[in-house]
């Protein structure tokens, strides 16, 4: 899959009142749209995943699978500030020929969706046939479809809320100090920032997996008294994402989930939440300690025309990622009840 660049010549103003001279978006497509472009379907990545949604969603996405591209259009965007392809701290500020590094712009969930519609306004997309994403991509596709309320026909959101929540944020900000804590972390080498991206790592993991998730996985020989499997797994994790993101991207792509609240300047969450006329498939996942069901449900009740669902899984937040099969189930029943409908 080769990745496409969708180059904006223009300033962009941001919600923060800063603004981007011009910006790059990086994305990838598979299939082929047909000739009125009804198949468009939108795949929203979370915080460090990538434009190639077969990679990170492959029970999902591919032949075959729910998300097909024998018969859909897919499209997938790196969002503003992923190290992936799209205009990020590393990309080089115009007014001073040196990489922005701190003193990139706040980035907001509403920033990225306006960026994305340029996109979307650039291929000649009129209309989306379903939106879909977990997590940070939940929050997009919520924030765009209010945005653009005659846009989605039907959406898809798991794991996700309409406002990042207290707990959400002191996670992020967990992570930031981390971050900050290695000197490293605004140099313009290639490992800058990358002990302190791994220590981040390693406190989100708490929150995307539980306790019971590590119980049945990293048990040790009860005759131990170091080099626990739970240390190594954390290490492992924290040492992987090192290997493939950029630390600075993390920083302010952990910065605008905190800005994530739909109802911002429009009077209320559920005023904002009615706005969508989108079908719309809301699944919870009940052992998620970061976006735990009840913002799930908060969504769904929102929404005039949803369904919400919950999955059983040990796997936390990653359940999102993991479980597949209970996710195509769902996913293929809300779509044969739109066809339903329609016959």
């Known amino acids: 899959m080769s990745l496409n660049v969708f180059k904006y010549e223009e300033p962009f103003s941001l919600e923060s ?15 082929t749209p047909n000739s009125d472009k009804s198949n468009v379907v939108w795949i929203c ?4 995943a990538n434009s190639n949604p077969e990679e990170w969603w492959p029970g999902l996405v591919g032949n075959g699978k729910v998300f097909d591209p024998k018969s ?5 965007v790196n969002m503003l500030s992923s190290c ?5 701290p590393s990309s080089i500020n115009p007014e001073t020929s040196a990489p922005y590094g701190r003193d990139f712009p706040l980035i907001t969930i509403r920033d990225m969706v306006r960026a994305m519609d340029l996109l979307r306004q650039d291929l000649g997309i009129e209309s989306i046939e379903m939106g879909a994403g977990g997590s940070m991509g939940g929050q997009q596709l919520l924030e765009w479809a209010i945005l653009k309320p005659d ?9 996700t809320n309409a406002v990042h929540s207290p707990w959400g944020i002191a996670f992020n900000e967990a992570q930031r100090m981390a971050l900050d804590a290695d000197p490293t972390l605004w140099d313009t080498s290639e490992n800058a920032g990358k002990k302190g991206l791994q220590a981040a790592r390693a406190v989100a993991m708490l929150s995307y997996r539980n306790y019971t998730a590590f119980w049945d996985t990293q048990q040790d020989d009860p ?8 240390s190594s797994y954390q290490q492992y994790q924290g040492e992987k994402l090192s290997k493939r993101f950029n630390a600075q991207s993390y920083y302010f792509l952990s910065k605008s989930m905190d800005t994530h609240n739909v109802g911002r300047n429009r009077g209320s969450v559920s005023e904002a939440l009615s706005k ?34 919950e999955i059983s899984t040990p ?29």
Request: one cysteine or more; charged letters at 20%; a negative charge.
């Open 276 to 309: 969508i006329k989108a079908r719309t498939l809301v699944i919870g996942i009940n052992t998620d300690f970061l976006f735990p069901p009840q913002e799930q449900k908060r969504i769904a009740s929102g929404i005039p025309h949803s369904e919400y669902h």
């Open 72 to 76: 859909d259009y897919i499209i997938c």
């Open 45 to 48: 990545h979370a915080l460090t």
């Open 84 to 88: 992936y392809g799209s205009t990020n």
């Open 17 to 31: 009142g800063e603004e981007l001279k011009y910006f790059e978006l990086g994305y990838s497509t598979m299939g």
């Open 315 to 343: 796997y936390g937040h990653d359940g999102f990622l993991i479980e597949w099969d209970l996710l195509d189930s769902l996913i293929s029943s809300f779509k044969l009840k739109k066809s339903e409908s329609i016959n």
């Open 223 to 230: 005759e131990k008294i170091t080099s626990f499997r739970a």
């Open 151 to 159: 846009l989605f026909r039907n959406l898809f959101v798991i794991g």
